[in-house]
C-alpha cells in the first residue's frame, strides 16, 4: 500500500524501444488495450504487470459517422490476440432486439460511432459476453476495462459530432434519435440495467477476470448510479477535467465522497486525468487528491499521449498512511488551515479545492517536494524530471493546489 502506483492507459507499443518497455514493465502497475505479444514483452520484466482488455461497456462500436450521422465502412477496431479486429461483426450478424431503442429507432452516436445496446436483453448478453471471454483469453488478459459505463444522456443528448454546428447544418439535437438531455425516470432505469448487467458480467467472469467499467467523472449529482457491485472502475476526469479545467469545490467533494466507499471495500480504482504536462501545479493537484483517497487498489495516470510518460513526483515516499479513509472527505479539512490534510508516515499531503488562497502555518519544519521536468521518457528509458526539496514553516496555497510535505529531507 506504500507508494504511488501508476496505471497507464495506453502505449504505442509498436514504437518503444527496448529500454522504453522494461521501463514500462517496471513503472506501472498496468496497461490496457495492447496485443498478446506485447502484454509477454512486458510480462518478461514484471510477470505481475496488469492488462486489461477495452471494449465498450454498454454500446457495439461499428464506425466513424459521416456529415450526415450515419455509419460508414471506417470499422472501428478492438484486439484480439495479436490482431486488431473489426468489433462491428457484420449486419447479418446482429440481431434487432440486442439494440436500445428510444422513440422506437436504435440510437446511434454521431461522435463516436457506436450503437446504445439493450442491456436486459438475454440474447445480447449472450452474444457480447461470449465474445468478450473469448478475446480475455486470447490475449492473455487480466480484466476488461468496460469504457462508457455511465447513463447515456450524460454524455449529451444530442451526441453532435465536434465539427458541427446545430444552427448551421440543421442537426436539431441528434443524437439519432436524440436521447433526453434530463429525465429522472429514463436514468433511474438506465442505472438500474447497468447494475444488473454488472452482476450478470460478473457471474460470467466467475473471478477469472476483473470488470473495471470507466464510470467517467461520476460528479453529476443527480446520478442515481450504484456501482457498489463492479471489481473497481476507471474515474476519467479525476480531480479535474484536464488542461487546467477544475471542478467547482463542491463537484471535487462530490467525486471524493462518491469514490470513498469503493475504496474503503478494497476496490480498483484508476484515477485518470489529462494534465498540461508543463504546469506542475496541476499535476501536483492531481496527485495531492490521489493521496487524499489512496487506498490498497488505487492508482493514478497523468496521462499526455501513447508514449511511454513518467514524472518525478511519482518517486515521493511519503511511506504508510496514518489517517484512516473517512467516511465524508469533509474529516480531512483542517479548521484552522481551510485545506484537507492527510497525515503519512513520513509526511503530510494537502490539498486545496477551492478558488480562495489560504495561508497555513506549519507549526514546525517540514520539506516541501518540488518536481521539475517529466514527460515522455526517452528511447534509453532514462525517467525525465527530478525533484528538489525545501524547508518551509508556512506555506501559501493557492486555489487549485496541493503541497506535498516531508517531515525530514530525504
Not at 463516436?112 to 439493450?118: D, I, L, P, Q, W
Amino acid at each position: 500500500m506504500n507508494g504511488i502506483f501508476v496505471f497507464n492507459d495506453q502505449l504505442a507499443t509498436w514504437g518503444m524501444s527496448e529500454a522504453q518497455f522494461q521501463f514500462a514493465a517496471t513503472h506501472y502497475v498496468g496497461t490496457q488495450k495492447v496485443l498478446r505479444n506485447d502484454a509477454r514483452h512486458l510480462r518478461h520484466y514484471n510477470p505481475n504487470f496488469l492488462v486489461l482488455h477495452y471494449r465498450l461497456g454498454q454500446a457495439l462500436g461499428h464506425s466513424y459517422s459521416d456529415a450526415a450521422c450515419q455509419p460508414t465502412t471506417d470499422y472501428l477496431q478492438i484486439i484480439d490476440g495479436n490482431d486488431w479486429v473489426q468489433e462491428w461483426p457484420g449486419d447479418a450478424n446482429v440481431q434487432d432486439q440486442w439494440f436500445f431503442k428510444y422513440d422506437g429507432s436504435q440510437v446511434f452516436s454521431c461522435s463516436n460511432g457506436y450503437y446504445v445496446m439493450e442491456l436486459n436483453n438475454s440474447d445480447w448478453r449472450t452474444w457480447w459476453s461470449t465474445q468478450v471471454i473469448s478475446q480475455l483469453i486470447d490475449n492473455e488478459d487480466d480484466g476488461l476495462c468496460a469504457d462508457s459505463y455511465s447513463i447515456p444522456n450524460y454524455f449529451g443528448g444530442s451526441d453532435l459530432p465536434m465539427s458541427h454546428s446545430p444552427v448551421a447544418s440543421g442537426w436539431a439535437a441528434r443524437r439519432n434519435p436524440p436521447l433526453p438531455d434530463i429525465d429522472a425516470t429514463f436514468e433511474a432505469a438506465w442505472a438500474d440495467r447497468e447494475h444488473a448487467f454488472t452482476d450478470y458480467i460478473r457471474s460470467r467472469f466467475a473471478g477469472r477476470w476483473k470488470w473495471l467499467p470507466n464510470i467517467g467523472a461520476w460528479i453529476t449529482s443527480r446520478d442515481p448510479s450504484d456501482y457498489s457491485n463492479l471489481d473497481g472502475a476507471m474515474l476519467e476526469g479525476f480531480a479535474e477535467w484536464g488542461g487546467n479545467n477544475y471542478f467547482g469545490s463542491d463537484d471535487w467533494a462530490l467525486q471524493q465522497n462518491r469514490i470513498l466507499p469503493l475504496i474503503k471495500a478494497d476496490k480498483i480504482l484508476i484515477g485518470q486525468t489529462y494534465p498540461d504536462p508543463a504546469e506542475v501545479n496541476e499535476r501536483l493537484f492531481v496527485l495531492g487528491t490521489y493521496l487524499l483517497v489512496k487506498g490498497k487498489y488505487t492508482y493514478i495516470n497523468l496521462d499526455t499521449g501513447l508514449d511511454p510518460e513518467w514524472f518525478p513526483e511519482y518517486t515521493i515516499d511519503l511511506g504508510a498512511p496514518i489517517d484512516p479513509l473517512p467516511d465524508d472527505i469533509a474529516a480531512y479539512l483542517d479548521p484552522t488551515w481551510q485545506v484537507y490534510v492527510r497525515h503519512y508516515a513520513k509526511g503530510l499531503v494537502l490539498v486545496n479545492p477551492t478558488d480562495t488562497a489560504h495561508l497555513i502555518n506549519l507549526g514546525g519544519t517540514y520539506y516541501r517536494a518540488n518536481p521539475g521536468g517529466g514527460g515522455v521518457v526517452p528511447a534509453d528509458g532514462t525517467p525525465p524530471g527530478s525533484i528538489s526539496y525545501a524547508a518551509v514553516t508556512s506555506l501559501t496555497l493557492g486555489a487549485n493546489q496541493a503541497a506535498i510535505l516531508l517531515n525530514v529531507t530525504p
